[in-house]
């Protein structure tokens, strides 16, 4: 079975500055899909990011960007210059079929609480 | 807007009963999925079903139950609630980038 560990609950960065969230899968796949989320105090599930395992090139959204580490099984989100408004949980999110497949499963870690200080 | 529709936003009811949630993916995307969003537990998988079809389920209980009718649209069934059903209840569904959610729909069983 696929897991997905978060293992901080809680982070805390000033205003403009850069923080990295950490994620941890573990999967005997050799072809899947990372996901972040973010989910604000609206409650909306928000993708910020995805990245396919077999590309090598690390993902990049804007301020946001990934560090994909497929032998470590590791998947981080970066976000640079960090505004009020990137107040939010976190999710890290895998799944191994393609996101349009009959069986394509997303399994979500626990989340982080990331709040941005003024 | 995500293109994906749920009603209702919030809904209360008391113990024992029975409600129905409804979700309206995207257009053109075929599949839904349902979620349970609690304090405790995280984000946990119900159900996907894929063209009216049922293709994976997860922890869901027994008293719990859904289908996919052939507009696409997709309904949960929740039964003899209990206070531990209280959550949110996010359905989305797919396309190449990825999931899309609903607002969900906040279920407080007093």
């Known amino acids: 079975a696929q897991t997905v560990t978060q293992s901080q609950p809680e982070m805390s960065v000033q205003e403009a500055e850069t923080v990295t969230l950490s994620c941890t899968y573990d999967t005997s796949e050799n072809n899947y899909y990372l996901f972040w989320y973010k989910q604000p105090p609206s409650r909306q599930m928000i993708l910020v990011i995805r990245?396919?395992?077999?590309?090598?090139q690390n993902a990049t959204e804007n301020r946001f960007s990934v560090n994909f580490q497929k032998a470590a099984k590791s998947f981080s989100l970066k976000i640079s210059d960090s505004q009020l408004g990137d107040t939010a949980m976190y999710f890290c999110a895998f799944m191994t079929a393609l996101p349009t497949g009959a069986n394509s499963k997303l399994t979500f870690g626990k989340g982080i609480t990331l709040s941005v200080r003024p | 807007d995500s293109g994906v529709t749920q009603t209702p936003k919030h809904l209360i009811t008391a113990t024992g009963q029975r409600v129905t949630l409804r979700c309206s993916p995207r257009?053109?995307?075929?599949?839904v999925y349902w979620y349970q969003q609690s304090l405790d537990q995280g984000l946990q998988f119900l159900i996907q079903y894929y063209n009216g079809e049922e293709r994976a389920k997860g922890n869901i209980l027994e008293r719990f139950s859904a289908q996919q009718f052939p507009d696409l649209h997709s309904e949960l069934n929740l039964s003899s609630l209990e206070l531990g059903d209280s959550a949110l209840y996010f359905c989305?569904?797919?396309?190449?980038?990825?999931?899309?959610f609903g607002s969900g729909t906040r279920l407080t069983v007093v």
């Open positions: 990245q396919e395992a077999y590309k090598q």
């Open positions: 257009s053109g995307d075929l599949s």
């Open positions: 989305a569904s797919s396309s190449q980038y990825g999931y899309t």
